[in-house]
């Protein structure tokens, strides 16, 4: 039997960190169908981004497209107020255009495991970005709201987007720090491994991730895990902060699930850098 991913109790997680009043209002129907729009919309952004990163298996496109489908008609079967579908709406039309982005500004070809010497790098200031293609994962609490009271939803909404966008934007960047090597053997460009382009450029260091990673691997050391480190730390922060401003319950398991593991890694990062520290 196939593991379910955590991404399908988020609705359940929202719900459960709601007031003792708001809970039982909440039809056990809806949760379960947004549990289940929320797999789809994952397994599905899953696939395409193997696409977007040029290593997607043809076979599975079918696949995908069937689970979107699916995403698609179980939202547009709940008959929610037109406020909401109007945010749906622009939330999916958003996603495509990071896609058709990312397609254009995030990669540079690289042949051999040579990295070219002159790489126009995109800009990542705003790190929130990297919530952009997954924002629509937090749809299904924004659909609670609205099944409870459309009026006090429209003041809600906002508060809860940021919850999700810093959540997903910490979690994006936590996945591009694991990925950072293999994403550059792929020629592509993400906050994690950014520094190490920029690193080598400017101090003319040929990069060739085949025979000699260890030049990699010395930048991101030296340049790159200490940004990542503070960014991630930050992000944390500013989801437990939107958290409060969202009235979410504290400790609640939306929030744990998402964000402890992500401070773990932090802190057990923290520790080895600042022991080493003292060792040098």
Not at 23 to 29: G, L, M, T
Not at 56 to 62: F, R, V, W
Not at 174 to 202: M, Y
Request: with cysteine; charged share 25%.
């Amino acid at each position: 039997m196939k593991k379910i991913e955590k991404i399908y109790f988020w609705p359940l997680w929202f719900a459960d960190a709601l007031s003792n009043a708001k809970r039982p209002k909440i039809a056990p129907r809806l949760i379960k169908n947004l549990q289940k729009a929320n797999l789809f919309l994952w397994r599905a952004l899953n696939i395409y981004d193997d696409f977007l990163d040029r290593s997607g298996i043809n076979s599975k496109l079918p696949v995908a497209n069937g689970y979107y489908r699916r995403y698609l008609e179980i939202y547009y079967r709940l008959n929610l107020p037109e406020d909401f579908y109007r945010l749906f709406n622009r939330t999916m039309a958003h996603l495509d255009k990071t896609n058709e982005r990312e397609t254009k500004e995030n990669h540079f070809s690289i042949s051999k495991g040579r990295v070219p010497s002159a790489i126009v790098c995109p800009t990542f200031d705003n790190l929130t970005v990297l919530a952009d293609k997954s924002l629509a994962l937090g749809l299904g609490p924004i659909a609670i709201l609205y099944h409870l009271d459309p009026e006090k939803a429209k003041t809600a909404v906002p508060a809860i987007l940021s919850f999700f966008r810093y959540a997903l934007a910490a979690k994006q960047l936590a996945d591009d720090a694991r990925d950072w090597f293999s994403d550059l053997k792929n020629g592509i460009i993400t906050p994690a491994n950014l520094t190490v382009l920029q690193a080598a450029q400017e101090k003319k260091l040929p990069l060739d991730l085949n025979k000699e990673p260890i030049t990699a691997y010395l930048l991101f050391s030296q340049k790159a895990a200490e940004k990542i480190v503070a960014s991630l730390s930050r992000l944390c922060q500013q989801t437990r902060n939107a958290a409060r401003k969202a009235k979410l319950r504290p400790g609640c398991q939306l929030i744990e699930e998402i964000i402890s593991p992500i401070e773990k890694g932090v802190a057990e990062v923290t520790q080895f850098r600042t022991y080493w520290l003292k060792k040098a």
